[in-house]
């Protein structure tokens, strides 16, 4: 499955103003690095990947829409999916854009 392009359009508004932002075709997806750490990603699968502290993960994935990414059958901490409905509108795009780019910028 292709990436939403219009989901990449507008984390590419909501990262607008912000440094060192690159683009880059990763997971089936289109991924916006920030600093050259991956922040978010509109995913091939549908939805967002966001990356998040780990520490964080076990308590963001118990929200609807939201569980943690699987990679060769290992779940992956500091990284989730997100639903599409969840990241539909701008008010539910934000604050994960906001959390990967927070990240990224501590990674």
Known sequence: M??????????REQLAGQDAV??????????????GHMAVAASGAGGLL?????????ELRTADGVER??????????WLLVDAERVAGDDGLA?????????ALAA
């Open 69 to 78: 990414m699987v990679m060769r059958g290992r779940e992956m901490d500091g």
């Open 2 to 11: 292709a990436y939403d392009e219009d989901l990449a359009n507008r984390i």
């Open 22 to 35: 690159t683009e880059k075709r990763m997971f089936g997806g289109l991924a916006f690095l920030i600093g």
């Open 50 to 58: 966001v990356r998040v502290d780990p520490e964080e993960s076990e």
């Open 95 to 103: 604050p994960w854009v906001a959390r990967g780019v927070a990240a």
